[in-house]
C-alpha cells in the first residue's frame, strides 16, 4: 500500500458496516470488491451500494462483487458476524489473500489469533468500529449514528500499512486513529458492547430503558468488564464507559438485541461467552455477566 494511489479493498460481508465502508471507499475512488452470497453479489453487481446516512448524505457507488477472492487486493475488510465468520473465511482463501492486510471489525476478543493462524502474523490489524449502521436490503445501507469512529490496531503489523489504511479511511469519511496496543483497543470496545448488549437483549429494551430502570445493574456489569479488561492488560475506563450510555439517542439498539428480534442467531458466545471465558482465565468474579449471559442461553439463545 502506498500513500500516492488509490487501494483495492475486497469487503468480505457488506452488511450494515461492510456496505457503509464499501460505499464510501467506492465514492472515493477507490475499486471495492464486496464477497457475498450469489444473491447479494449479484444485487451489488446491478445496482451498487445505496447508503442513507446523516454525516454521508445519501449516494449509491458502484462496486464488483463475488462470491470468493480472485484477484489481488491492497486490504480485505472482514465485516461478518461471528456467527458467520467460519462459512464466510471460505470466500477468502489466504493464497488468494496473499500479502494483503486482513482488517476484522468483528466483536469480541478472541479473533485475532485465530486469524493469525490462517493468514499470517503480519496479515491481521484488529479494528473497531463505533457507529449505528444496518442493511434493510441487499446493498441498501442506513447509516442511522452521528458518527462512525474506527480504531485501528496490530501488533504485528508494520506501520506504514497501518497509517496508509487510516488516511484512506478518513479521507473517505469515518475519523480513523491508530491505537498502539491491540489489547486495549479490543477491551475498549468490549468494555462497552458487553453490557449495552447483554442487558439490551436480557430485556428487550432500547439503551434509553437499561440505563434508567436498570442503572444499578448496568453500572455494576461495567465495572465487572471493566475488572476483567484490567486483568487481561488493557486500560479501560468504567465511569467512561456509562457517560458514553448517556450520550448516545435513548432508543439506540445493540445489534444482538436487534438479532434476537429477527430471530437471528446471536454472538453471545463471541461476547459474553468471551467475557466469562476472560474472567475465569484471570480469576475475576462476574456474577452479573455470568447470570445475564445463562439467562439468555436458558431463553434458547
Not at 161 to 177: C, H, I, N, Y
Not at 267 to 276: F, Q, R, S, Y
Request: proline residues 7%.
Amino acid at each position: 500500500m502506498t500513500h500516492d494511489r488509490k487501494l483495492t479493498v475486497a469487503v468480505l460481508g457488506p452488511g450494515g458496516i461492510g456496505g457503509l465502508l464499501a460505499g464510501l471507499l467506492a465514492r472515493d475512488g477507490h475499486r471495492v470488491i464486496c464477497l457475498a452470497g450469489n444473491e447479494t453479489a449479484a444485487a451489488l453487481r446491478t445496482s451498487g451500494i445505496h447508503v442513507r446516512s446523516g454525516p454521508y448524505g445519501d449516494f449509491t457507488a458502484e462496486v464488483e462483487a463475488d462470491t470468493e477472492l480472485r484477484t489481488p487486493v491492497d486490504v480485505c475488510l472482514v465485516a461478518v458476524k461471528h456467527t458467520a465468520l467460519d462459512a464466510a473465511l471460505d470466500r477468502v482463501p489466504p493464497a488468494a489473500l496473499g500479502d494483503a492486510l486482513l482488517v476484522p471489525f468483528l466483536n469480541g476478543v478472541e479473533h485475532p489469533a485465530a486469524l493469525r493462524a490462517r493468514y499470517g502474523e503480519e496479515a491481521v490489524a484488529p479494528a473497531v468500529i463505533r457507529t449505528e449502521s444496518t442493511r434493510v436490503a441487499p446493498g441498501e445501507i442506513v447509516h442511522g449514528s452521528p458518527i462512525a469512529e474506527i480504531d485501528l490496531s496490530g501488533d504485528k503489523v508494520p506501520e506504514d500499512r497501518l497509517k496508509t489504511l487510516a488516511e484512506v479511511l478518513g479521507a473517505a469519511g469515518p475519523s480513523t486513529r491508530i491505537l498502539p496496543d491491540e489489547t486495549s483497543a479490543l477491551w475498549a470496545k468490549m468494555a462497552f458492547l458487553a453490557p449495552f448488549a447483554l442487558l439490551t437483549t436480557r430485556y428487550a429494551a432500547p439503551l434509553g430503558d437499561i440505563r434508567t430502570r436498570h442503572r444499578e445493574e448496568l453500572t455494576a456489569l461495567v465495572e465487572e468488564t471493566a475488572a476483567v479488561s484490567h486483568a487481561s492488560g488493557a486500560t479501560v475506563d468504567a465511569a467512561q464507559a456509562l457517560a458514553r450510555y448517556d450520550a448516545f439517542p435513548p432508543q439506540t439498539k445493540s445489534s444482538m438485541q436487534r438479532d434476537a428480534e429477527a430471530g437471528l442467531p446471536l454472538e453471545l458466545d463471541a461476547i459474553g461467552g468471551a467475557l466469562l471465558r476472560a474472567a475465569d482465565a484471570h480469576g475475576v468474579p462476574v456474577p452479573v455477566a455470568a447470570r445475564l449471559v445463562r439467562e439468555l442461553r436458558d431463553a434458547g439463545h
